[in-house]
């Protein structure tokens, strides 16, 4: 009787135990920190990589940046959220053309500004979870530049961290598109934004190596 | 006792099972449903800051003004003197500029009470006016001791000030009438105003020098970052007015 009891009596503390075991661990997933510090050193390594650097190759270190830096985005959550509301009422074939359109623009500009960097350290301050949500702050060190704040909001999928916004010292790379979509849909609606993000991708590519 | 063991083992099942549901990654379709959506889309919905805009169509017209004069003028001017100065001057210029913005820093500092600000600050005048040789050197930094951004514009915004209406100024840039009112508080404290003893032409060689050197440090980026902006105009403002809202926090 007593045997069976502290069967029992485990048992319950076994799962009891098991209610405060952070959802995580079960998945055996690390964290968004842990997540974007892999992508970052792959980033690094492109961008200190000899055999890349030079104009001549920057067509190339570009398509290698965008490779490893677009891997942690969930660039359809992204553009989503710079549209806003007006995304509800699009078709999955216009959706996707939009999240095309918009990787196409954060290519021609996130892209080309991380490429300026190579000699910088990156400093992890901050690590938010909240949920399915988190931030991770972090402060880009550099020599000439001084210190840029730069942070992520990531949230999880199957285990993987994705990012859907980076705030670039204080400025919201979602907020930032956003505020231009906004009137251009107003004023001349999705065909409209589509042609305008269109015609902007072209000259971006024309003028590339300018 | 078979029944006892069986009741805990669906105890135990039904609970793993139950948390196993909470846990995201385990049932979220890729596209979230309608209910999501409405959260989803208001993290973004809070207007940042207040600044408006209703001088948009002149400060549209200084802003294109600026944009061609960065891209035609001040870019390659600053590219063509980067390749004939050596970085040590470059650097030595940059700091000597900088240097000479600290004496205002630390007066605002003490203005919105921060004392260890204002203190560190000092500590930087003095270190890389004397040690840094007239502050063309920055040893401030390699102890320590950190720039604080605190201009008039800043406490004017800790006394309450609002930011008034956002106006683009040729040559500086983004800017609002609070901020116009700092730069003249800015200006005043600054000791190579009291050098140049009023003499405007002399003012604006030197600001051009400053400006043209700290753009040797940063060719290309102004272009860069706008290549993806539809409306840049829209771009800047927005990301002024963010800056702001984060820097001053109204």
Redesign the interface.
């Known amino acids: 009787m007593l045997r069976?009891r502290l069967?029992?009596l485990i048992?319950?503390s076994?799962?009891l135990l098991?209610?405060f075991v952070p959802?995580n661990l079960?998945?055996g997933?690390s964290g968004p920190q842990q997540q974007l510090e892999v992508s970052i050193n792959h980033l690094l390594d492109v961008l200190r990589d000899e055999t890349l650097k030079g104009d001549e190759q920057q067509n190339l270190r570009r398509e290698r940046i965008a490779e490893v830096v677009f891997m942690q985005f969930d660039m359809r959550?992204m553009a989503?959220?710079a549209l806003?509301?007006d995304w509800?009422g699009l078709s999955d074939a216009e959706r996707c053309r939009f999240t095309g359109l918009f990787r196409d623009?954060?290519k021609?500009?996130?892209v080309?500004?991380i490429?300026?960097y190579a000699d910088e350290e990156i400093s992890y301050r901050k690590e938010i979870i909240k949920g399915?949500k988190a931030e991770v702050k972090t402060l880009v060190i550099s020599r000439?530049?001084?210190e840029i704040p730069l942070s992520y909001k990531l949230h999880?999928?199957?285990?993987?961290w994705l990012i859907y916004d980076v705030i670039i010292?204080?400025?919201?790379l979602?907020?930032?598109y956003?505020?231009?979509?906004g009137?251009?849909m107003k004023k001349k609606g999705f065909i409209g934004?589509i042609a305008?993000?269109e015609k902007?991708v072209a000259l971006?590519g024309e003028?590339k190596d300018g | 006792?078979f029944k006892?063991?069986l009741v805990?083992l669906i105890?135990?099942c039904s609970?793993?099972s139950a948390?196993?549901l909470?846990?995201?990654?385990?049932c979220?379709a890729?596209e979230p449903t309608?209910a999501d959506?409405q959260d989803?889309?208001s993290?973004?919905d809070e207007e940042?800051g207040d600044l408006s805009d209703p001088l948009e169509l002149v400060n549209r017209a200084i802003f294109t003004f600026n944009d061609r004069l960065h891209i035609w003028v001040l870019e390659p001017t600053a590219r063509g003197y980067r390749k004939v100065t050596p970085s040590v001057l470059r650097?030595g210029l940059l700091n000597f500029f900088n240097n000479l913005l600290e004496p205002t820093r630390i007066i605002n500092s003490l203005l919105q009470g921060r004392f260890k600000a204002a203190g560190e600050t000092f500590l930087r005048f003095i270190l890389n006016t004397t040690a840094g040789v007239g502050g063309l050197m920055d040893p401030a930094t390699f102890e320590g001791l950190k720039?604080h951004e605190h201009q008039f514009a800043s406490t004017l915004a800790d006394y309450g000030v609002a930011s008034g209406p956002y106006i683009v100024l040729p040559f500086f840039g983004p800017n609002d009438l609070r901020g116009i009112f700092g730069l003249v508080g800015d200006t005043l404290t600054c000791p190579l105003f009291f050098i140049l003893n009023n003499d405007p032409l002399a003012a604006a060689a030197v600001q051009t020098s400053d400006t043209v050197n700290r753009t040797s440090?940063?060719l290309?980026?102004y272009e860069?970052?706008?290549?993806?902006?539809?409306?840049p105009y829209?771009?800047v403002?927005?990301?002024y007015g963010?800056?702001q809202?984060?820097?001053l926090g109204e």
């Open positions: 069976h069967i029992v048992q319950l076994f799962f098991l209610s959802v079960w998945g997933d959550r989503k959220l806003g509301r509800k623009l954060l021609k500009s996130y080309a500004t490429d300026g399915f000439i530049r001084g999880v999928e199957e285990g993987k010292e204080n400025v919201s979602v907020r930032n956003r505020s231009q979509f009137p251009i934004l305008q993000m902007k971006a003028k | 006792m006892k063991s805990i105890l135990w609970f793993f948390s196993v909470l846990v995201p990654h385990l979220q890729t309608v959506g989803e889309f993290e973004y940042v650097t720039s440090f940063r290309d980026e860069k970052m706008l290549s993806g902006a539809l409306d829209i771009a403002r927005d990301a963010q800056h809202q984060e820097v």
